[in-house]
């Protein structure tokens, strides 16, 4: 019997260690935790992208690294290098607009070193997920998940004709190096990259079940690299199936509205790709 109990006991270890903390349901949108990439807002600075995010009727912001950081600290970048003051500055933001900061990416630190220092301000910040794209850093990646108990998803851009080396276009590949990893490390699927590589996203999504830890979610008016971004329910994106798959597979976490067009004035395209989900739960 007491072998019984230190199998279930090791079992109930080892499942509560993959379990990191989920995102509040006060974020949630027709069921999902939907928001806004900040790099949607790249022309702008965090501060207004946190607003504008807000304006959208997003509940929830993804930051990526390179972005100005406010208007009075345009040299500042916001990213894991931001001080203790900054940080906090970055919070009251957020608390201002009621945001709540789930993710970061796409980061590609250089070494464990660099990459402790993005743990640490994903802790700091109490994010859901990191996105990256350096699969050559997974154990280093898998060791730190398991220390912080924070999730990471591999992102991906478009197939590149010239560089045949990047692979992670391809969510087959993904799949692949993350399978048998610490479930805490999966896909960021990038449902309009898909698009942009002929690549079906629906099946992107199916073939990723139980490994999404995040989805960066486009409609585009065409496949391949000749299309743009438009407002969800307007391409050929067919987000309405893939919400449906996500809320099948029983995603748990964030959606990040990123629309890669009309760059300074995008706020009510994305606030119909918000409204958009918000309606499609009622159908």
């Not at 949607?40 to 607003?51: D, G, M, Y």
């Not at 929830?60 to 500055?89: G, M, R, T, W, Y």
């Not at 409609?219 to 438009?230: I, L, S, Y």
Request: aromatic content about 10%.
């Amino acid at each position: 019997m007491k072998y019984i109990f230190a199998a279930a006991l090791a079992a109930s270890l080892l499942t509560s260690a993959a379990t990191a903390k989920p995102i509040p349901k006060k974020c949630l949108t027709g069921g999902f935790a939907i928001g806004c990439q900040a790099y949607t807002f790249k022309e702008f600075t965090a501060f207004e992208a946190i607003e504008k995010t807000a304006q959208t009727g997003g509940k929830v912001i993804e930051f990526f690294p390179s972005q100005k950081f406010s208007a009075d600290q345009p040299k500042v970048k916001c990213d894991h290098h931001l001080s203790p003051e900054n940080i906090k500055a970055l919070k009251a933001q957020l608390k201002k607009f009621n945001i709540t900061a789930v993710n970061y990416g796409v980061v590609t630190p250089k070494g464990e070193a660099d990459w402790r220092k993005v743990f640490e301000f994903a802790k700091t910040m109490g994010l859901y997920a990191i996105t990256t794209e350096s699969v050559d850093d997974l154990d280093i990646i898998e060791k730190l998940v398991k220390e912080f108990d924070i999730r990471v998803g591999i992102h991906e851009h478009a197939k590149r004709a010239d560089d045949p080396d990047y692979k992670v276009w391809d969510p087959h590949y993904v799949l692949s190096v993350v399978k048998d990893r610490d479930p805490r490390i999966g896909a960021c699927a990038d449902t309009g990259h898909w698009q942009t590589s002929e690549l079906d996203p629906l099946e992107g999504i199916k073939l990723l079940k139980g490994h999404i830890i995040s989805v960066h979610m486009k409609d585009k008016t065409e496949f391949g690299h000749k299309g743009h971004d438009v407002p969800y329910g307007t391409g050929g994106g067919k987000v309405a199936e893939i919400l449906d798959e996500l809320k099948a597979q029983g995603f748990k976490g964030n959606i990040s509205v990123e629309f890669e067009y009309n760059w300074l004035n995008s706020v009510p395209d994305v606030k119909q790709c918000i409204d958009f989900v918000r309606d499609h739960a009622k159908k």
